[in-house]
């Protein structure tokens, strides 16, 4: 065996971990159902085109992040993110005519990155996607319930909404060529990426994260002079909405998405709290996607979140359910014991049995695996058909006989 170490940028989700983990899970699953989501799951693999055609083939995920592999001769995707599969179910399903379709989604997403804190190469995403409504009232929607369930995690105050829009198709062409005609003459200093970009897809230079592009990005025209009326008005219906919600949200005209399929609104909740990776949750309109799928025109918008840095954030994770601690002594109550344990838990009370030893190291279990009573089972209490109830808490005991236990066990709570 080459390792006992998990894959690099892969970590294992110990109890304690999974617990914060499935705090944001539930929460969101909450929320969602709230605003009318329905979970569903689509799988962990494709076929590659779904991504790479759908994500474009300029941006960070499709050109260094996918983990790909050949199988049969069929090319397959570990996917990077949720919505090509979402859409891609969308279209296979024939459910072009189920619109509005509001779905919820959890789980895995794999990218090839270098792994840092907040990063890792295998992720956890939750995410939604709301599919048939044009309007910016679906944009408003899934604002106003990326907003409740960070409030949910205990994050108010702790996160900033950064919203912009990238237009139409009309005016992102529009914008493109002004962009164009601006990095032109640094086409030189530009990265080696930023150079095929220019040729292929000059908006995603936008996004680059090397510092001599930033610079030079820093003065190039805002997204904001190209955008006729229509993206204008759209954009205007969006923030309105936001405000009569009470939504805080800054603009920031510099916000693109680092994939293909956006328009309209895109937008990003960050914090400060976790250094560079502050990105929590981000989304956008995804208006011809689905098209480009080969689907009918349908238009789109969703956000996904990341589980990880959200869970590293979130407050108020409830702490493990307290067992009662089944304490038989001698082989009699040993008999009895299991029975005993099997009754208490199909009543719906969770149960540690300790597995043999003397009374002191069992305590010393109930204590590890912080038991809420003890109950004691001994040949004294076996000859008066009763058991030792010890509240670990007040250290009080009372006896309790064997055929009122499970009620009176239900009744501490
Ligand atoms: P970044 O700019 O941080 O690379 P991104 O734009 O690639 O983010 P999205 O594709 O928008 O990220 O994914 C949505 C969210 O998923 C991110 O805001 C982040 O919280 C989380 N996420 C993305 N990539 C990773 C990763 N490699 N490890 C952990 N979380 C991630
Ligand atoms: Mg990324």
């Known amino acids: 065996m080459a390792s006992l170490q998990p894959v690099r940028g892969t970590h294992d989700l110990l109890p304690d971990d999974m617990r914060r983990h499935q705090t944001v899970v539930d929460r969101i699953r909450r929320c969602a159902a709230l605003y009318g989501f329905e979970e569903m799951a689509t799988p962990i693999f494709e076929f590659t085109e779904v991504f790479s055609r759908t994500l474009g083939e300029t941006s960070d995920v499709v050109s260094k992040e996918m983990y790909t592999f050949e199988r049969s001769g069929d090319h397959i995707t570990l996917r990077p993110e949720g919505t090509a599969g979402i859409c891609r179910a969308f279209i296979s399903n024939g459910l072009a005519q189920q619109v509005p379709f509001k779905a919820f989604y959890q789980g895995p997403m794999f990218r090839y990155e270098r792994p840092q804190k907040g990063r890792q190469r295998q992720f956890h995403q939750v995410g939604v996607e709301l599919l048939g409504i044009e309007s910016p009232q679906a944009d408003i929607e899934v604002l106003a319930l990326a907003a409740q369930f ?20 009309a005016s992102r062409t529009a914008y493109r060529d002004a962009l164009v005609a601006y990095l032109m003459p640094f086409h030189d200093q530009l990265s080696e990426d930023s150079k095929t970009r220019l040729e292929k897809n000059p908006l995603r230079i936008l996004d680059s994260k090397d510092e001599g ?58 914090t400060t709290a976790l250094g560079a990776q502050g990105t929590v949750l981000a989304g956008g309109r995804y208006d011809g996607l689905i098209q480009s799928m080969g ?17 590293m954030l979130v407050d108020g994770v ?19 014991a299991l029975p005993l344990a099997n009754q208490l838990r199909r009543a719906g009370l969770p149960v540690d049995m300790a597995y043999g030893g003397a009374m002191k190291k069992r305590m010393k279990r109930a204590n590890t695996v912080n038991a809420r009573v003890a109950v004691i089972l001994g040949d004294d209490e076996l000859a008066r058909n009763e058991a030792t109830v010890r509240d670990l808490d007040s250290g009080e005991q009372s006896a309790v006989a064997l055929d009122g236990l499970v009620q009176a066990l239900t009744a501490l709570g």
């Not at 993206?231 to 009470?246: N, W």
């Not at 493990?320 to 304490?327: D, G, M, Q, Y």
Request: net charge negative; aromatic share 8%; hydrophobic share 45%.
């Open 150 to 169: 960070l409030d949910t995690l205990g994050l108010q105050g702790q996160v900033t909404l950064e919203i912009n829009t990238l237009g139409d198709s």
């Open 295 to 311: 689907g009918t025109p349908t238009p789109g918008i969703g956000w996904a979140a990341g589980v990880e840095r959200l869970a």
């Open 213 to 270: 592009d930033r610079k030079i990005i820093a003065n190039a025209p805002v997204f904001s002079d190209s955008l006729n009326d229509a993206s204008l008005a759209f954009f205007e219906a969006v923030k309105q909405g936001l405000d009569a919600l009470g939504i805080a949200y800054t603009v920031n005209p510099r916000l693109v998405r680092g994939l293909d399929y956006y328009c309209h609104t895109a937008f990003e909740f960050t």
């Open 318 to 336: 409830p702490d493990k359910a307290r067992p009662i601690a089944l304490i038989p002594m001698g082989d009699a109550a040993e008999a009895l």
